[in-house]
């Protein structure tokens, strides 16, 4: 049932972000749908309740009491560093160098690259976006693990938020995935030391998405698409490759090939 203080509440909580389409894409909401929201033309179905009240770390109730009443919940609970608002995670993020100049550069999306942990012979090529919000940069990514030439394969699909820092020269990216939240993943890449960002590598280690659960670490290469892309074109390209694959190019299969050299003794990453 529609409540008269939600949308005004809504609206409230929006203005404290960067942007309404900002809000949008965290959420992973149609626009068009979240309008209505906001001009309280419609009230949310259960499930985006459910996940609007997860972003906003406020209940139904919370998000349709009086105006008056919320503004100063929300005042009093920033004030107070509420732990709903301001976690010891989020506290360690804040506590973390930022260097704006660095990352710029490595804005936008690009295509990931790397044996797939858990699906032994194949190769995963996934999304990952790196976008700025106010002073920090984060990433977005997401993976389809099926093989698309099988029609019979059975489809996963995971989703991993993280946040990017430049740290001693070296980009990390550390995330978790959102959808079955069995996994933290720890990627380490090297810088693109050309004019222009084409590439970056490095080691990404994990657990296999599926069944065992195993640790596993492996050479990753991300080929940058674009500031901007087509999502739907952009998302159509991930899946798993046989690693033989003519697919991907033999370049990219050259650096991450997950050979350890006698006087190696440990997988290393590979430099530009």
Known sequence: MSNPNFAKNLRSLCNQHRSVAHVCRSLEMNRQQFNKYL????????????????????TEEQLCLDTNDFLGLTSSMSKSGDPQISGHIDRAIESLPVDIEALSRYEGYYYSHFHALGFPGSIIRSLVHIYRDKERFYSKSVEHLWDKDLPDCKHHRFKYNGVVLYVGGRIFITEYETLAK??????????????????????????????????????????????????????????????????IEQDIKDRIKCEILPHEYMLTARDQ
């Open 39 to 58: 001009s309280g033309q419609i009230y949310p179905s259960k499930h985006n309740l459910v996940r609007i009240c997860h972003f906003f770390k406020l």
């Open 182 to 247: 069995q996994n933290i993943c720890h990627t380490i890449l090297f810088p693109s030391y050309r004019n222009v960002v084409d590439s970056i590598s490095g080691i990404t280690c994990g657990v296999g998405s599926l069944n065992s659960h195993m640790p596993l670490s492996a050479r990753v290469e991300m080929r940058f698409l674009g500031k901007q892309v087509d999502l739907r074109v952009a998302l159509s390209g991930c899946t798993l490759f046989d690693a033989d694959s003519e697919t």
